[in-house]
């Protein structure tokens, strides 16, 4: 009796194993063996708006001295600073820059204040900028790093909002890393 137990044990074992390969797996994520920000930068590239980064700024991040061709996704928040995920379009200069950047008009002066970081498909910090009226300084990563470890988490998240299919969404509007004295679209 224990040596039929034993052989349908084994044969019960064998039909568990082949039944839950029959089974279709549990989805994978498309991206999963890919770098941290890759999805994100797909997403922006197929679904967001055509723009540029300032040459200053491009020139400060190490990107070339024109401006900047981009696809950019970028939300305002409630106190009007604008988050957002910049691709470069450029085939020579790649690199994907984050910020949370304000727009400020004054005495028909516009410029922007804040943070600037370049980063890249991995989501490893290459760069820290402080942007401000006259211009933009480096500054140690990790001075900032935890807001830019906040700001690839906010992306991200805005990405699994969009669902397993990528759908349209509004314009966004305008990156104070786009070109200076544009108007911010709504």
């Known amino acids: 009796m224990k040596r039929y137990y034993g052989k349908f044990l084994i044969a ?7 039944s839950l390969l029959a089974q279709s797996p549990a989805p ?7 770098a941290e920000l890759s999805k994100v930068e ?8 055509v723009e540029s980064i300032a040459p200053e700024l491009a020139a400060i991040l190490g990107l070339g001295s024109d401006r900047l061709p981009v696809k950019l996704k970028s939300f305002r928040t409630s ?11 450029n085939p020579i200069q790649k690199g994907i820059v984050l910020s949370a950047l304000k727009t400020i008009a004054d005495n028909a002066k516009i410029y922007s204040i804040g943070t600037a970081w370049l980063t890249d498909r991995s989501g ?8 401000n009226a006259s211009g933009a300084r480096v500054l140690p990563d990790n001075s900032r790093a935890a807001e830019f470890n906040n700001i690839k988490a906010f992306f991200l998240k805005k990405l699994e909002a969009t669902g397993p299919t990528i759908t349209s969404s509004p ?16």
């Open 79 to 89: 106190d009007g600073v604008s988050r957002t995920f910049a691709v470069s379009t």
């Open 124 to 131: 490893t910090l290459r760069q820290t900028r402080e942007v």
């Open 12 to 18: 019960a074992l064998a039909l568990i194993a082949i």
């Open 42 to 49: 797909e997403w922006v590239l197929s679904q967001g708006a």
């Open 28 to 34: 994978t994520p498309p991206y999963a063996d890919q």
């Open 171 to 186: 314009s966004p509007r305008m990156s104070a890393t786009a070109a200076r004295g544009k108007k911010e679209n709504k």
